[in-house]
Nanobody, 117 residues
């Protein structure tokens, strides 16, 4: 099992910044991809950013140049630095981990991000 705990959400004004953290624990040796997703009210959950075990990253077009996904392997933590936030960035942000062998996915409980205009 893998446990994911997000933190760092909150209320911020448009143009501001937040850094989300995802603490990972459990049987993490077989995790090959981790990502951040968000879900706005009434919308589907969407990928925001992902990072592979090898360090490759990809981002949703809407956040490129503003968000950065990173990791601290010593702390088993993944981060999402969000700059120049927009009201449309608001939603619940979830951390996801995917196992390499069978693609089983693990999700955190989510952290709320609210952006005021």
């Amino acid at each position: 099992q893998v446990q994911l705990v997000e933190s760092g959400g909150g209320l911020v004004q448009a143009g501001g910044s937040l850094r989300l953290s995802c603490a990972v624990s459990g049987r993490i040796f077989n995790i090959n991809v981790m990502g951040w997703y968000r879900q706005a009210p009434g919308a589907q959950r969407e990928l925001v950013a992902a990072i592979t075990r090898g360090g490759s990253t990809n981002y949703a077009e809407s956040v490129k140049g503003r968000f950065t996904i990173s990791r601290d392997n010593a702390k088993n933590t993944r981060y999402l630095q969000m700059n120049r936030l927009k009201p449309e960035d608001a939603g619940v942000y979830y951390c996801k981990a995917r196992r390499a062998n069978d693609h089983v996915e693990y999700w955190g409980q989510g952290t709320q991000v609210t952006v005021s205009s």
